[in-house]
């Protein structure tokens, strides 16, 4: 009995090496990174690539009257952030003369 009882206390007493553990997490995330970037390689595979109209904007013009009637019987507002999004716009203001890229419907 004497002799187990010294083997187990020299294993609680010997430092463990980082090694396994290291290996163990970056295994982890190097695993993680190949299942989320072919999620999103399957998910930009299955979309078309956008494609837009350029429209000056005339006197008069609005996001919301360019928005209504490109898209008519849509949601105008979330048109009018489409075209903002698209554009880069941080506000619905808008000059004459403006090119605006409106996305195809």
């Known amino acids: 009995m004497y ?10 007493l010997r430092p463990r090496s980082p090694w396994p553990g290291r290996l ?8 993680a990174a190949v299942v ?3 999620g999103l390689a399957r998910a930009a595979e299955g979309q078309a690539p956008a494609s837009y109209e350029a429209v000056t904007v005339q ?10 009637a ?5 949601d105008v ?4 952030w489409d075209i903002e999004q698209a554009n880069h716009l ?5 000059e004459v003369g403006q ?4 996305p195809s419907r």
């Open 3 to 12: 002799a187990a009882r010294d083997v187990w206390s020299y294993r609680r």
């Open 24 to 31: 163990a997490r970056t295994g982890l995330v190097l695993g």
């Open 36 to 38: 989320l970037s072919l």
């Open 59 to 68: 006197p008069g013009d609005t996001l919301w009257s360019i928005a209504a």
């Open 70 to 74: 490109r898209y008519p019987g849509s």
């Open 77 to 80: 507002r979330a048109k009018i």
């Open 90 to 94: 941080r506000s619905p203001l808008i």
């Open 99 to 102: 090119t605006l890229e409106i």
